[in-house]
């Protein structure tokens, strides 16, 4: 068997085709672990090229047969090379990785690629997802796409363009009302999955090991187009961790092949409202549940009992990484300067990271020399309400002599 599952509890290992989720001698979290690594010797020798996006890297994915998987065009995204910015913030190279072109609009589509697939191959007859916004939307599609159905738990909290998202795959939404912890929904599938027959496939590998190797597609991309010159930081924004956990991984697999010039540091970057892993690192404890979590613009990344803390505070030290919170006013900053100065669009949450790069600059954090590369998580286009004033300007007579009054007059006549 090319891959094998391993328990980071009792340390028992198995083959996958038991079709568990978890230890089925003690409960434990399992990782996926694989036992023949392809032969490389540079990073693009990683894909098989005939194979589309994420599936290109199909010998380090734990899918028996490739040629099944459910596939809607996730992966191989844009890496945009950001010089204005990194010049006005001061960095030696800015570079964003741009996930929302992803068919859902988010990365989560390279975990639901994967864990959808996997779910087919061990049987599954139906499949239940708890999400703060992105995960269910992409698990659906990809549920709609392999004729599985989809039951999608959510706080009453989620943007409502999200929870259409997931509606509109056919997926059953059902509302979980609270103060709103993504958590509960994750208690509720745990309780109900045996009688309902669901394969849980919640983003987050204490629930479900395979969700973590999607994303880990992101570093392999990164890797093969950066081969030369790695980044020195790479700010990726936590809620429940995964994404973190999922792209440390990823490096240490690319260490194993030959293929890691230096293992970049990792900034973690959470909302100031519920940031129990930032919490956790600055006070080198382990990570507790955040108490009254608040509100904020970015809903996707506010999780107060991150499931994957102590992995991703591991990550954080291992390379030598940093974590920062960020307020509102500094993600909307942020989301605005990134589309005005570099054309990329991206949500609250989606552009989390980049505030979070931002801080950590002028937090001495991140140095000038630095080369910085920010996962941006999703589109802005999930999430358009919190611009509505954007697109409220007061209608004017098709008139050529009227429309230039104005322009001079608003200061439009210059460009
Ligand atoms: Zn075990």
Redesign the pocket.
């Known amino acids: 068997m090319r891959y094998y599952m391993h ?1 980071r ?2 340390g ?1 290992k198995f083959s996958s085709n038991i079709g568990v989720y978890k ?1 089925p ?2 409960k ?1 979290k399992l990782e996926i672990q694989y036992s023949i690594l392809p032969k490389v010797s540079k990073p693009s020798d990683l894909r098989d090229d005939p194979k589309q996006g994420i599936w290109a890297f199909w010998r380090l994915l734990p899918v028996d047969n490739v040629s099944k998987a459910v596939s809607l065009g996730e992966g191989n995204t844009f890496l945009h090379r950001c010089d204005i910015l990194a010049r006005q913030i001061g960095f030696r190279q800015l570079l964003i990785k741009d996930e929302g072109k992803n068919p859902t609009g988010s990365f989560k589509d390279r975990n639901a690629a994967v864990s959808v697939s996997k779910a087919v191959e061990l049987g599954a007859r139906s499949v239940a997802i708890a999400s703060d916004g992105n995960a269910g939307p992409a698990v659906a599609a990809y549920a709609a796409k392999a004729k599985l159905p989809c039951f999608v738990f959510m706080l009453t909290i989620t943007a409502p363009e999200k929870v259409a998202q997931a509606a509109v795959f056919g997926a059953r939404v059902i509302n979980i009302e609270g103060p709103g912890l993504v958590n509960d929904c994750i208690d509720v599938i745990e309780a109900l999955k045996e009688d309902f027959e669901w394969h849980h496939l919640t983003t987050a590998g204490p629930v479900n090991p395979y969700q973590l190797e999607g994303p880990k597609t992101i570093a392999y991309e990164i890797a093969i187009e950066l081969e030369n010159q790695f980044p020195d930081w790479i700010a990726v924004p936590a809620g429940g961790g995964g994404l973190i956990v999922a792209l440390f991984k990823a490096f240490m697999e690319l260490d194993q092949l030959g293929l890691l010039k230096h293992m970049p540091r990792f900034l973690c970057v959470q909302a100031s409202g519920c940031a129990p892993i930032v919490e956790a690192f600055r006070q080198g404890t382990s990570v507790r549940r955040w108490r009254d979590p608040q509100s904020s613009v970015a809903i996707p990344i506010l999780v107060p009992l991150p499931l994957e803390g102590e992995e991703v505070l591991q990550a954080l030290h291992i390379s030598q990484g940093a974590a920062v919170s960020i307020t509102d006013e500094e993600i909307l900053r942020a989301q605005r300067l990134l589309a005005e100065k570099e054309g990329v669009f991206a949500s609250p949450a989606g552009v989390s990271a980049f505030a979070g790069a931002i801080k950590a600059r002028r937090d001495g954090i991140i140095k000038k020399s630095d080369i910085v590369l920010v996962v941006v998580t999703e589109t802005g286009l999930k999430e358009l309400r919190q611009l509505s004033s954007l697109s409220q300007t007061a209608a004017l007579p098709a008139d050529p002599r009227l429309i230039r009054e104005f322009l001079s007059r608003t200061g439009g006549g210059d460009n």
């Open positions: 328990c509890a009792c028992a230890c001698h003690c434990g």
